[in-house]
Structure formats: C-alpha cells, structure tokens
C-alpha cells in the first residue's frame, strides 16, 4: 500500500514512517516546517533502510494536504499543532490558533481524503475523550463508551471520532494510544529521558508521581495501525479503538531505572512495578481481536535499560 502520514516529524509520526516502511509500505512522510524535517530525516531514512518521499503539509493548506495525498491508498492522521511537551493544555495561552490549525485541519485532512480518493483513513484519538467519565467498568472503558471529554485537547479528538464515525467514504477508522513510551532519536526526545537522567544524578524521586499510568510502547502502537490499514474494512468501518497496555507510576519506573544504574536485574524486582490499573483503564479487546497483542512488561523493561546505558553514556559518573 501507498501510505501517507500527517505530523510525520513528531515523536509518533516518524516512528510510524520508519515502521510502515518495514511492513513494505511506501510512505509518503508530510512535515510542517523544513527546521522540523531537518533536525530527523537523517535517522529516520537511516532506520528505514531507504529513502522516503517528503511533502510539506501544513493542515492549513488544502493543496499541500492533496499534494501529499495524490495517489495514496491510506492515510494516518497524526499530525497535532501543540506547545511543546504538552498534549492536554496544548493550546497554552492561544486557544483560537489550537481550534483554527487542529480542529480545522483534521476537517481539512477528511475533506482531502475524501477528494483524492483514499480509501483507508486512521485517525489518531487520545483516551482523554473519556477525562470526564466519572466511573469505570472493572474491565475497563470499553472503545464504544460515550465520550466526555474536559479539556480542549480531549474536545478536538472527540470531533475527530464523530468525523471517524459519521463518515461514509472510504474506510475510516479511529485509535486512542495512550502513554506512548520507546526509544528515539535524538534521546533527549524519549518520554523518559528525563527521569533516566534524575536516577544517574542520585535525583529525587518526589518529582516523579506515584499514581499509576497507562502506558503502550510505540511499536505496539504501530503494530496496531498497521492491523487498522489492512484488516478487512467490514470489522473496522467506523470505529474507534482503545491502545493501552500497562500501568506504572512514574517513581516506580525511576526506581527501576536506579535498579538499572546499580547493576541489579530489574526483574527480580517485581514489587517495584505497579501492576493495579489506574482509574480509567481502557479496555482493548477491540484491538486484539484484530489479532494485536501488546508487549507488556519486558518491552518496558527493555527500554528501560536502553535509556539507563543511553544516560551512563552521558554521565559517566552518577
């Protein structure tokens, strides 16, 4: 398949193109600015194995969205204008350029979809649709659970979702990833670059939090994309699907990482990891009986030590 992502330089999007790629996708990668594509084009055609084909594609600009659609057989929607390091609050202290850049441009995204004849449209949603849900099933929140979002950021991906669900061109589908963590380039990007740095210093754990938080490993999230572009259209016309899959708290995940730094084996270190759901859990069914199946600790673990020996690198002497 042909295959075009939107905010293809932030931290999921170029993770998206390296792994849609690996699946034997073209990938047509849109970026916003030439400073955002530079500072990762390198890695990401390094990680590829291959070139890949850039468009500039400012959601704004409906012949720079057609351009990067002409000719594709899907499209993930992942683009997302925001202050930086903030997705709830994004919109920092100019509320009207938020609505005008990402509620205007996922219509604009449709709308183009729509005119160049895309067949297969995944939009990125965000659990925070479900901030206001006051209680939640033992099982979970299930992916059809009424919406009540809190924040404009949860409002714009509701908006997305009735887009995802009143459509009726093409296949459109929606997913809620929630707490992606991995590793990137460069490694000060990382969710957690922070924190493996705090555990080097002998830093404190206040800082962190000790509620436990959902989190899912990029490469699942890929994975779970991948299986949404390609599953026959009957099974997922129209929805919306939960992505989650463990939950830990921040001060566990920093104890780990100083577990790490003196040599120990985390895993004999069970305790240390939450392994309660947080309140508002996301129940994932939907996705895995798509056939997805998510990582769970050991990936968590695994990128755990690979930001360890990344922040022993960069102070060699805690």
């Not at 398949?1 to 999921?12: D, S």
């Amino acid at each position: 398949m042909k295959i075009a992502v939107t905010g293809a330089t932030g931290l999921l999007g170029r993770q998206l193109v390296v792994g849609l790629s690996r699946h034997g996708h073209e990938v047509v990668a849109g970026y916003r600015s030439i400073e955002s594509l530079t500072r990762i084009q390198d890695w990401v055609e390094t990680e590829c194995g291959r070139s890949v084909r850039w468009v500039q594609s400012r959601m704004e600009l409906l012949s720079e969205l057609r351009r990067l659609c002409k000719g594709c057989d899907g499209l993930v929607h992942a683009a997302y204008a925001h202050e930086r390091g903030r997705y709830r609050g994004g919109e920092a202290t100019d509320p009207d350029n938020f609505w005008t850049a990402n509620g205007m441009g996922t219509i604009r995204t449709f709308e183009v979809a729509d005119l160049e004849g895309v067949e297969r449209l995944v939009a990125l949603s965000s659990r925070a649709v479900f901030d206001g849900v006051e209680t939640s099933p033992a099982d979970g929140i299930a992916d059809d659970h009424p919406v009540m979002p809190t924040t404009r950021y949860g409002e714009l991906k509701a908006l997305t979702e009735a887009m995802v669900r009143s459509c009726r061109t093409g296949c459109r589908v929606g997913v809620r990833p929630t707490g992606i963590y991995g590793t990137t380039w460069p490694v000060s990007d990382c969710k957690w670059w922070q924190l493996a740095m705090d555990a080097r210093r002998h830093g404190s754990v206040s800082e962190a939090g000790h509620l436990p938080r959902t989190e899912v490993w990029v490469g699942d999230v890929v994975e779970a994309i991948q299986l949404l572009l390609t599953a026959p259209a009957e099974r997922v016309q129209g929805r919306v699907f939960n992505c989650s899959d463990i939950a830990v708290a921040p001060s566990d995940t920093w104890k780990l990482l100083r577990t790490i730094h003196h040599r120990s084996d985390p895993s004999s270190h069970p305790e240390l990891a939450s392994r309660e759901p947080p309140p508002k859990s996301l129940n994932c069914d939907g996705l895995k009986t798509l056939g997805w199946s998510p990582s769970g600790y050991d990936k968590y673990l695994e990128v755990l030590h690979e930001l360890a020996q990344q922040a022993a690198s960069a102070l060699p002497v805690a």
